[in-house]
């Protein structure tokens, strides 16, 4: 699996046990038309404001589900992390005990009523996910508010924990495309914290202790976050249930985070030793733009067309399919859009012969984005495309808890599917080619090269 250098992942948790529930069809109260196609009413959640309006719910029924599942994100992820590495182990730690209960009895009773515990960090958050069946929501909540709100962060926990991760870090350093990877994101990001990997470094993680775990949740805590919580429930009940775990003024002063701004090395291009035997690893791109710009849909659009989707875009179709010169490719123009913007990215798995060759066809292919517009045909196609995936988006009520978190945290009414259909049935090909014109620039394009030899990895697994 190809690493995306710039969009750091939720991390799996330490505690996680997972059921096949699915959620069943929503709802949906009459249809409205737009254009030639139909789409389903849209339904409100209900929603609360806690905490001066810095906790924010939302609770939302889907029927049929027969489970809940509930999300707490917390304005702590790694963007705003003072040490690398702490974000992921302050998530991971949430469901490793509390005031009340240790692991081992978290562990055995979310086991005997199927519940699943994920703590996780990400770029803007760390948190929590629960779910269960639906006959236990209220437990669920109780457990939520618990595992956030009183968490243990047991020494010995921290410990196992802090070393399971720097066994993860060493095992990533064992692969080359990872470590150009990394390289890669440094040369987007420095000397903001994303250019760090999630996991850290084995200096970052030697110096941390539970107590910076304490601290940074304790401050994500003052700054507020969002809950969610979405399945076979009442949406009132809930609320009120809420209200009454999380209810009353966050604890502690609320400290402002802003990390400096990601500029970048100055180097146009790197080159390093990965400890790959044969393949070089190339990536090339530079930033966008971030989660709220206006421009994304015809960003997106433009992404599947150079080829987020596979071998159908251009650069995987010349540079693979055509000229045979890269065993993978990956193409996204918004990987890790979020608070920070995302970035342009694309990867080859090549020959170190085939290098300078596939990176002329990149610079091709993104030179006749920029130069014209795309066909009304292909546009249409991507479009279809696009439509397609949208059941897709709701199948589960964890998906709709997803979506309640996304849009609060970012204040887009993202789980609305018409809000979501009209910004594709807006695309236009004059208005994807002004996107590409504004937002991608060849001359700013920055390039990594992993190239073969034996002791790079090495090297890299000490960082």
Not at 63 to 77: C, F, H, I, M, T
Not at 125 to 152: F, K, M, R
Not at 445 to 460: I, M, S, Y
């Amino acid at each position: 699996m190809r690493p995306r250098p710039t969009s750091p992942a939720p991390a799996p948790c330490g505690c996680q046990r997972k059921h096949a529930s699915l959620a069943g069809p929503f709802r949906s109260r009459g249809r409205l038309q737009l254009g030639a196609r139909a789409m389903p009413t849209d339904r409100e959640p209900s929603r609360l404001d806690l905490w001066s309006g810095r906790l924010r719910l939302a609770a939302l029924r889907v029927p049929d589900s027969g489970v809940v599942a509930a999300r707490v994100w917390l304005r702590g992820g790694s963007r705003v992390g003072p040490s690398p590495g702490l974000a992921l182990l302050c998530g991971r730690m949430l469901v490793e005990g509390t005031a009340r209960r240790t692991w081992r009895e978290i562990a055995e009773q979310a086991e005997a009523r199927g519940v699943s515990l994920n703590g996780f960090a990400s770029a803007e958050v760390h948190g929590l996910s629960i779910d269960a069946l639906a006959d236990d929501a209220g437990l669920a909540l109780e457990w939520l508010a618990e595992l956030v709100l009183e968490p243990g962060f047991d020494r010995g926990r921290f410990k196992l924990l802090r070393d399971q991760t720097l066994g993860e870090l060493r095992s990533l350093a064992d692969r080359p495309e990872v470590v150009a990877g990394w390289t890669f994101r440094d040369q987007l990001y420095h000397p903001h914290p994303l250019a760090s990997p999630s996991q850290g470094t084995s200096e970052s993680l030697a110096a941390l202790t539970p107590e910076d775990c304490l601290r940074f949740h304790g401050d994500a805590l003052a700054r507020g976050g969002v809950v969610a919580v979405a399945g076979e429930i009442d949406e009132d009940a809930v609320l009120a249930d809420l209200a009454r775990l999380f209810g009353g003024s966050a604890k502690g002063a609320i400290r402002t985070v802003e990390p400096p701004a990601p500029r970048g090395r100055s180097e146009k291009r790197i080159e390093l030793v990965t400890g790959s035997r044969a393949q070089a690893h190339v990536y090339a791109g530079h930033f966008t733009v971030d989660r709220r710009h206006p421009d994304l849909p015809e960003l997106r659009a433009l992404g599947i067309l150079l080829g987020s989707d596979g071998l159908a875009g251009r650069i995987p179709h010349r540079v693979r399919e055509q000229e045979g010169l890269a065993y993978a490719t990956h193409v996204d123009v918004l990987a890790g859009a979020g608070t920070d913007p995302g970035a342009l990215s694309v990867y080859l798995g090549t020959h170190p012969d085939h290098v300078e060759r596939g990176l002329e066809l990149v610079r091709e292919a993104l030179h006749e984005v920029i130069e014209r517009p795309p066909e009304a045909a292909v546009l249409e196609a991507c479009k279809t495309g696009m439509y397609g995936r949208e059941p897709f988006l709701t199948e589960t009520a964890g998906l709709w808890a997803g979506l309640l978190v996304d849009a609060l945290l970012f204040d887009l009414p993202s789980y609305r599917r018409s809000w979501r259909l009209e910004r594709i049935e807006r695309l236009s090909p004059d208005g994807v080619f002004q996107a590409a014109g504004r937002h991608l620039k060849l001359e700013r394009l920055l390039v990594t090269v992993g190239v073969p030899g034996q002791d790079g990895c090495a090297r890299n697994a000490a960082r």
